[in-house]
């Protein structure tokens, strides 16, 4: 079973993601800030990472900008999630070392097939 590290500050996003997870029998841990997340993906090493990009303390960007420099969690795939839809919102989230891309408020089936992507 993968391991997914969910990032994301909003308590109703945070539900609705990991309502998603468990249905689909995911294992997932949280973090709800930038630094949250560079800590647990270097502590429980996650198989993949959704990673909201308005973060409080440390934003997305530079989150993933950090885990994707460490050689410990730069392999770990990153999906973008974000309300910021332009194409050059996409590009600097791929910069910042995002595998993938995903707007919200999100498709299920079209986030969880980048998911199953990714993982495979």
């Excluded at 502590?43 to 409080?56: A, F, G, Q, T």
């Excluded at 530079?62 to 309300?83: F, H, Y």
Aim: aromatic residues 6%.
């Amino acid at each position: 079973m993968a391991k997914i590290l969910l990032v994301e500050d909003n308590e109703m996003n945070r539900d609705l993601l990991s309502r998603h997870l468990e249905r689909r029998d995911f294992d997932f841990i949280i973090a709800c800030d930038g630094n949250q997340a560079v800590e647990l993906a270097h502590s429980e090493k996650p198989d993949l990472i959704l990673m909201d990009m308005n973060l409080p303390i440390k934003d997305g960007w530079i989150a993933a900008q950090e885990i994707k420099a460490s050689t410990v969690t730069q392999n770990i795939p990153i999906i973008a999630l974000t309300a910021y839809a332009s194409e050059d919102d996409r590009d600097n989230a791929l910069s910042a070392g995002c595998d993938e891309y995903q707007v919200k408020p999100f498709r299920a089936k079209a986030l969880f097939e980048k998911i199953e992507k990714l993982l495979a």
